[in-house]
């Protein structure tokens, strides 16, 4: 007898301690059984006992055999549910069409029976009728009348269950010792205890009894419940089959096996629950299919252990990484911030010079309009005195035309005398030539009148030569003093010049308010400058303190990896405890999480953390000033 | 001319206070560290203003402003907390260990040097 499944195992313990099998008939059973093939009006009825290899008919109606073997029986088929097992015609039923007592005698066609169910809920065997015609209905009211008398069977089984007799018994005779020996005590001892009892004030017959009578019943008790636990557990024993139960080839028997069962049983209560609770759907009724489920519920979570470790040993690395990539953050960030702060130096030293040019500039600016003015009114004494002189020029011109009129009058007057000295010339030359003329007739006589003649004609052709030069050299100058002294030529060039001046004095007064405009521009244009270089300056002083940020975030961050520390430091004994034979529990991440919070600086870390964590982790009071002069 | 005196374990706050400071026409004297900075105290140092910062490495802000007021030249000097950090029992530590004020950083340059007209107006 190996390899019985516990449940069997049981169920056959079940039916061996109500020492049934192998009994002689008994008519409390018989009773039934006829009551049932009346009522269900069959031939046969049976109390059929399903026993390891066969079925034993406890009491039987219509049957001779006592016992048929298990495999072909409908009992055993029956047993395995708990409601009552009805073939209205075994001949069409695919399970039993081919059994024998179905093929061959007794001919089975209908069949109904009800399990025998023990008070510890096992299965022992049937209350069933059968009939070797088929039928075409069994009311849920025959079911239910079926199920009632199968009860009934078990209430006589198991109100004759030996153990509770023989304990009954024992306990009768126990008590009956126990009388028996108090009884000889209290007669032994009896006058000290009355004694006793009077020395208390209690009256001595009345006292007697009651310490009796409490004696009696704490004797009893205690009887009662050695004879409970020994008596018992000996019946029992002597009732536990002798069948080892075998689980993974280890043989248990007796307590051992009671022991083995109770923790199997345990395990699979454990599992079911467990196998429920992590959604399997399988039918966990049944044995093979839980453990089936089970193994592979086991090995998908150890699966998932072998990978989970797996994966917890890159976070380390992954910590690294990601500490690493933080520290360069900050790295960067503070390099950002000596590189910003070294342009902004740049920039302010750009500013200062600027402003510095800008003011230099405003006061040469103020130097230049002031000069501006004199060199202005410089100018216009010079034009002034340009036209001055222009006029006394204007004057000295027409006193010249009226000294130069006067000489061409002069020279005008010369002209008459020159054609006076001409015509005289003329007629003295005439009068030579008559000479000559005259000279000649007069021959000898008048050869050196002659002479004289020639001198005189030739001096007068020398005259008339000289006074021709004079008169064209007259003739010339007056033309060149005309020319000089028309008046309209000169008064015009006056009135060009003086024009010429007063235009350039008025470009002078234009040019000077021109610049007079351009410097008061430049001047506005420079304070405007001089207001933006001092706002630069403000807005790159607040930007040396926007710095500041770089700090901030060089906290933040080591709040971070000091997060990523704690991370670690969980993963560490996390991954201890995926490891098989690993201990401990891992570190709780809350506690991290605190230990996280206790390197927060800003408020805006502790609303952050309240945003993602819900409720409040003794953060700081909201609102306190930024700057608080104690 | 009294320098004020900045002690921080950041080097970017150092330099972009020395920087305001210096524009804003103060002289200013620098530690990156509580016990530098009370070795320089020790060595004569002595500032219209102290500014420190909370958290610094080997010592808080709070345990050097405890062990400067030991000192006599530093029992009237003014003392400001410049700090990220924001708890209220922190300030409450600080005040009672002698500090003048707490300002939060990022504190805007402006606010800065009125406060620090006011509590060291002998500072240059």
Redesign the interface.
Known sequence: MFGLTISEWLRLRALRRLQLLDTPADPRYDRITNQAARLFRVPTALVSLVDSDRQWFKSRVGLEAPETPREISFCAQAIKGQDPLVILDAANDVRFANNPLVTGAPGIRFYAGAPLTSCDGHRIGTLCVIDDKPRSEFTDADRTQLVRMAQAVMDIAQAQYLPVQRMKTLVGVGLGLQILVLSLLIWAFGSTWVDLLGMIGLPVPAAMALATAGLLAIGLAVLLLVLEKFTVAAAFSDLVPKIPLVISGESYSGKHADEAIAAIDEDITYSRSCLIKSGITEDLDNLPSLFAARRKHMEALEARATSAAAAVSDVPGFCDVTGAHLRTVVDQT?NA??AI?GQ??DI?AHVVRLVDFIRRSDRESTALIDGSGESIARNRDCIDTLQRYLEERLQDAMHDRNRFSEIVQVADGLESSIDAITRILSATNMLALNATIEATRAGEFGHGFKVVAAEVRELSQQTSVAIRHVHEGISKMRQAINHQINGQQLEQKVESERAMLTGLTDQLVGMSDRFHGVAHYQRSLLEELDRAGQGI??VM??A?????????V??QVDSILAGLDGLRRFNDSLAAHLEVGGDGAPTDLKAVLETMTRTY???VQ?RRHEEVMTGTMGR??DG?P????? | MKPIFLVDDSPTILMSMTDILTKAGYTVEKAANGPEALKKAQGGLQPALVITDYHMPGMTGVELIRELRKQAGFRFTPILVLTTESQQDKRTEAKSAGATGWLVKPVASDQLLQVIKQVAPTAR
């Open positions: 503070e911030a000596f702060l902004l130096r302010d300056a403000e002083m607040n040396m303190g926007q710095v500041q940020f770089q700090d901030i060089r906290q600086v800003t408020e502790w700081p009071a306190l930024a700057i608080e002069l104690f």
